[in-house]
């Protein structure tokens, strides 16, 4: 499987290759790379487009055993070119946009940003690699065995980013919601805090 994308996206493979190398079938392992193409490995199935919601929920299990993996590896995933989305650099950027293209009622959502960012952070679970573009059609495989494809979005960050993504248009995302949750309180010291203490 020949995955073709502009120059600017390639760093950004890091993402993929840290997953990959770290819980293996977790991401396609690149063969190979020339200019703005990489060779994946062939990868059986199909694109899951509209994957019911317990498929889903497989799908987030499966990224979670990476995201866990890579919580601790933050100077790697940055040194491999993985932006940095944690709440300082998320701040900035959201602030530069905008600013540079946002009308008046856009402007009034910047009032508190840094304290919803910091409440966020409070609730325990870490920063992380995060897919970016976590939807059905960017994991491939069966109803039971799933690969994560285009990483192109991969970013350092709050997991979060990619439960919401994975939730779009299912009439109740609240299972999906309730197991994330109980994974990462699970996962994280932190998390499992944050909840006694709600």
Known sequence: MAQAGPRLLRPRGGGAALAGRTRPGTAPVPLAADGGRVLLEELPGTDRYGAEADER????ARLHTAQ???V???????????PDRRAPRLAELIRAVVR????????????????RLAAIEACGVPYTLVHGDFHPGNVRGTADRHHLIDWGDAVLGHP???LLRMCEQLPDPAPLHRAWCDRWRAAAPAARRSARSS
């Open 57 to 60: 929920e497989q799908m987030l």
């Open 68 to 70: 866990v993996a890579a």
């Open 72 to 82: 601790s590896r933050a100077d790697e995933l940055l040194a491999l070119g993985v």
């Open 100 to 115: 540079a293209d946002g009308g008046p009622e856009h402007l009034a959502l910047l009032d508190g940003l840094d304290g």
């Open 160 to 162: 979060a980013i990619d």
